[in-house]
């Protein structure tokens, strides 16, 4: 007995040690220069959190646990993807749990044990489903485009609310076990129909909004369970998901209603097949390269090709190359450049470029009708000067890094393909836009070849 007690001692003091680490990493996370320590205090909040839960006796076997733990590791571009797979596993394991303890307890579950504990399944169910669905979508191996139909708000929401009838009546009778299945199955067929209706395009968007669902439904097993570390950790993570997801929003310049509701990402294809024949210029790494020798004031604008590239490295050589010719070289971030927040901040962190360099949409384009060169690396939707002067474009509105007020700008990327929001991009046709066609590594790699063998400033 006094071993056990001691045991669950430690195991509380870890939690608390966990949750401690939660909160500093969350606010470590909020600068770039902290930002490394809140990566590493999270990771020993959870490991100390997860060590704690080994030691729990309940746990019989560690083979899945070991399995999982090797599945997880992903390319960093899949991580939006596999994020949303963790989502809909723990969604899935919170709904396992409160499905048990709802069969387990009934028929005499206190009235706010039913409460959250259909809370928990709610939210559990429809995040499992929803999570699957955006996996499969930012995978590419459902559909990206929205699929809609007429009445699809109505009929969405008719079933949250017969759902949320089913959890009133099993508050108020839980040894009604028949609604228990119904309520259930309603929470997971609305996962799958909440995200039918949304772009791929706003799929990190809603990821984000799923963690805060997962999130919410963890702290709401956290009562059910009687655990505070996952009603402490739910209840972070739902709060942290849910401001990332307005954050995201409002850099899209979209509200939450147009994310949800909106079908965002709907046919553009005619559109973009129309721009297909107009000219544009193209130029090699040699011609680049002497156009960014000469120049005073570069900016470079980053987007996911550059992640996709893994050019960050040869980036940061360039930043050198260039630097050493006495040329002011800035980074201009979108905060929805690649495909999640920060995406940007970490590569470019990951190759040691100062952190000073790098400057948000508001403080480049203030500077850009006086910049000579705006160089793109693979980035597309976040400079496409349509989402400013075009009303009818589905991306009108957001703001964009305004490269096309630069003297000059040139893009690095295979060809004229459309980015994510699969739109064509009008700054490609400017008579002072130079297309540099290539992978973002390897068209680097050769400007700073170009570079180096002509060594000299100006
Ligand atoms: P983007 O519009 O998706 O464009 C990326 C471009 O990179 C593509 O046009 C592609 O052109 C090029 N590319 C791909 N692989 C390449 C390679 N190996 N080398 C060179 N270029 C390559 O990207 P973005 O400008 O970064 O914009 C992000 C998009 O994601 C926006 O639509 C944003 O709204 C959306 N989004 C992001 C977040 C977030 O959290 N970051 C959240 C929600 C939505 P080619 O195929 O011709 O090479």
């Keep these: 007995m006094t071993n056990l007690v001691g045991g669950e001692i430690f195991i509380e003091v870890l939690y608390i040690i966990a949750v401690g680490l939660f909160i500093l990493s969350l606010k470590w996370l909020s600068s770039p220069a902290t930002s490394r320590r809140g990566v590493f205090a999270g990771e020993i909040g959870m490991l100390l959190a997860v060590v704690g839960t080994l030691f729990y006796k309940g746990i019989v076997d560690y083979k899945w646990i070991a399995i999982a733990l090797v599945l997880g590791r992903v390319a960093m571009t899949a991580v939006p993807q596999r994020t949303a797979l963790s989502h809909a596993f723990g969604a899935l394991c919170v709904t396992l749990v409160g499905t048990a303890e709802f069969y387990l307890r009934t028929p005499t579950v206190p009235k706010f044990t039913m409460s959250v504990l259909s809370l928990e399944v709610i939210l559990g169910g429809l995040t499992f489903t929803g ?70 395009a706003d799929m990190p968007t809603v990821i984000s909004l799923l963690n805060s669902y997962a999130g919410l439904s963890a702290a709401a097993m956290g009562f059910v369970l009687d655990s505070k570390l996952l009603i402490v950790a739910g209840a972070l993570d739902g709060a942290s998901g849910f401001i990332l997801s307005v954050n995201m929003s409002k850099a899209m310049n979209r509200s939450f209603t147009n994310v949800l509701f909106g079908a965002f990402g709907q046919v553009q294809a005619p559109a973009a097949a129309a721009h297909e024949t107009r000219p544009v210029r193209s130029a090699t790494a040699e011609e680049a390269a002497a156009i960014l020798a000469a120049a005073n004031k570069v900016v470079v604008v980053p987007g996911y090709g550059m992640a996709v590239a893994q050019a960050q490295h040869k980036v940061r050589e360039l930043y050198d190359a260039l630097t050493k010719r006495g040329v002011d070289v800035t980074f ?77 700008s040139m893009v690095i990327k295979r060809s004229m393909a459309p980015g994510f929001a699969g739109i064509d991009n009008p700054l490609y046709y400017l008579d002072n836009n130079l297309m540099l066609f290539g992978d973002a590594k390897a068209f680097v790699g050769n400007i700073v070849k170009e570079l180096s063998g002509n060594s000299g400033g100006h």
Excluded: C, W
């Design 131 to 200: 999570s699957l669905m955006a996996a499969g979508k930012l995978q590419e191996i459902l559909p990206q485009r929205p699929i809609t139909y007429k009445g699809q708000n109505i009929v969405n929401l008719g079933m949250l609310l017969v759902a949320i009838v089913i959890a009133v009546m099993l508050v108020l009778d839980p040894s009604r076990t028949g609604l228990y299945p119904p309520m259930l199955l309603i929470a997971l067929i609305f996962g799958v129909m909440l995200i039918i209706p949304i772009g791929g």
């Design 332 to 408: 201009g971030i979108h905060p929805v450049a690649g495909r999640m927040p920060g995406h940007m901040n970490v590569l470019l962190a990951e190759a040691d470029i100062p952190y000073d360099k790098l400057l948000d949409m508001d403080q480049v384009n203030g500077d850009m009708p006086q910049t000579d060169v705006a160089l793109v690396i693979g980035a597309n939707d976040v400079t496409n000067p349509a989402a400013r002067n075009d009303q009818s474009s589905p991306i009108y509105g957001m703001p964009i890094i305004d490269v096309d007020k630069a003297h000059t």
